[in-house]
């Protein structure tokens, strides 16, 4: 993907026109979208603590996925870089193993407690012996991507949300992660991967996912 910001298709131009919008889509494209981080954009992304993932197959099939950790687990590196965490998940590595077939992606990210989101597309590599990762206990390996679009979308069908509790399964430092239940399952704990503490794990560490 290159770094211009993108043109509209005629998929696009059709339901614009359809509903008069032509103009105004050349006007936001103009003046919101960006092929680069701002200040603003940046401290949105640092402050997050999930966003949503799309990436697509080897089919051209989609697919979106959530992820998930503490405030601050992206890092912006530079205007056209972030950076994330690949923590443990159910093994099948749908999204990262996109990235080898396909690696352009959509990120999207929202803020339920003051509504707002901001939508960045780019092309993501993942990296296993990132320097990185040794600031992320219980990474796999990080994920970097190369921005080439960034802009924020209306708020407006947002809905506000409060924080309950952040997840007990993100791995912190000097704290031992709680097994989630579905690995502790008899017929799953033969098939999780053999240096997987679930394997050995005793049924009082259990806790609920």
Not at 113 to 120: E, T, V
Request: with cysteine; charged share 25%; aromatic share 10%.
């Amino acid at each position: 993907m290159s770094d211009r910001v993108h043109d509209y298709h005629d998929g696009n131009r059709y339901y614009q026109d359809l509903f008069d919008t032509r103009r105004l889509a050349d006007y936001i494209t103009k003046t919101r979208v960006q092929n680069r981080i701002d200040e603003v954009a940046k401290k949105v992304i640092q402050d997050a603590d999930m966003f949503f993932l799309a990436t697509c197959d080897h089919r051209g099939l989609p697919t979106c996925s959530y992820k998930g950790g503490d405030p601050g687990f992206i890092q912006v590196l530079d205007e056209k870089t972030l950076a994330f965490p690949n923590y443990d998940g159910n093994g099948k590595y749908q999204s990262i193993g996109n990235l080898l077939k396909n690696p352009n992606v959509g990120l999207l990210f929202i803020d339920f407690a003051d509504p707002s989101r901001i939508r960045l597309q780019g092309t993501a590599t993942a990296h296993e012996n990132d320097e990185l990762q040794s600031q992320y206990p219980g990474a796999q390996f990080m994920v970097r991507v190369h921005v080439s679009e960034v802009y924020v979308n209306c708020p407006r069908y947002v809905h506000k949300y409060q924080l309950v509790e952040r997840s007990a399964f993100v791995p912190r430092e000097g704290v031992e992660t709680p097994v989630p239940a579905w690995k502790l399952e008899p017929e799953r704990r033969p098939l999780l991967p053999a240096n997987d503490p679930a394997r050995e794990s005793p049924e009082t560490n259990e806790l609920s996912d």
